[in-house]
């Protein structure tokens, strides 16, 4: 069993490529769900639909969010009766969102509703919210505090983030199928989603760090920063802002004494003792996903990566 934290488009990329070079049954995607909102009365899990679309093959190949080939009638009516419509949802992903909501009414869990999904959508993998509990994450920038969603899509990440707070973290408790995947894992890979509102939450859930230690399995991350940059998203921005360096050696501080080792793009080559300096293992390569042939090599490399690793 392989075992993969991930959140947003980068972490689904590698968890797309994880699903592809893996026995399809023997990986565990466990996601981040801090992101979730209300909108319209629906309940919107955007980094579990996320990862649940590519690895579906569904995901829209051009914004990495959203299905392919959606059409938007249903939110031009919504505009046209009055709505803000700067959340786009569109109508096959509408359908997602109506039969969570309802699921959740009815009394299922998140973990329960997400696990019909993938069974309906032929998943052969396990995809995991990291908890059943509601967790918000709230942005505190120089113009006020923004539930994520807010700061992120409706002001386009433009703001600078001073703090980060979990609200309802505290009630939030490893399931049963999180800690039963853990304790199987055969190596666990930190997806290269953003460290502080991606994987931050994961590993925020009690009992998560502890799991993670228990496992015994090798622990690694791939780096969401190369050349001081995120690739897509505010993560650069976000870590400077909190205080981090914007850099591979960065987020290998946030992950020390966590992971045993980590991945960084060529472009970070002359970090890597400065990073082993931290007791960390370190694999150079080409950490780019452009495609899915990249997606499906740096997967490979990554697995292969964590045997050496092994404890």
Wanted: aromatic letters at 6%; a negative charge.
């Amino acid at each position: 069993m392989i075992v993969a934290l991930a959140g947003g488009v980068g972490g689904a990329k590698l968890a797309q490529g994880l699903y592809r070079v893996l026995p399809p049954d023997t990986l565990t995607v466990i996601v981040n769900t801090a992101d979730d909102f209300e909108l319209w009365g629906l309940h919107i899990s955007p980094d579990l639909d996320t990862v649940m679309y590519t690895l579906a093959g569904l995901a829209n190949p051009v914004t990495g969010w959203g299905v392919v080939d959606e059409s938007w009638q249903a939110l031009a009516m919504l505009r046209r009766y009055g709505y803000e419509t700067w959340f786009q949802i569109g109508d096959r992903d509408l359908a997602t969102h109506v039969a969570r909501s309802d699921w959740l009414r009815q009394g299922a869990s998140l973990t329960e509703v997400t696990q019909r999904f993938t069974r309906a959508l032929g998943l052969r993998a396990q995809l995991l919210p990291m908890c059943d509990a509601p967790v918000r994450t709230l942005v505190d920038t120089p113009a006020g505090r923004f539930e994520f969603q807010e700061y992120f899509v409706r002001r386009q990440h433009r703001d600078a983030v001073r703090g980060i707070e979990l609200r309802g973290i505290e009630q939030a408790q490893l399931t049963s199928p999180v800690r039963a995947a853990l304790a199987a894992a055969q190596a666990v890979v930190i997806c290269p989603s953003n460290p502080i509102v991606s994987i931050g939450p994961i590993l925020a859930v009690s009992g998560m760090r502890a799991a993670l230690h228990q496992t015994g399995a090798p622990v690694v991350a791939v780096s969401p920063i190369v050349g001081g940059k995120a690739l897509r998203g505010p993560a650069d921005r976000m870590l400077a802002g909190l205080g981090h360096e914007p850099s591979a050696l960065g987020v290998a501080r946030i992950y020390a004494g966590l992971i045993d080792g980590l991945v960084i793009d060529q472009a970070d080559a002359e970090q890597r003792a400065a990073i082993e300096a931290l007791g960390l293992r370190v694999l150079v390569t080409d950490a780019v996903m452009r495609d899915e042939e990249d997606r499906r090599r740096l997967a490979e490399e990554t697995l292969a990566f964590a045997r050496e690793c092994a404890r």
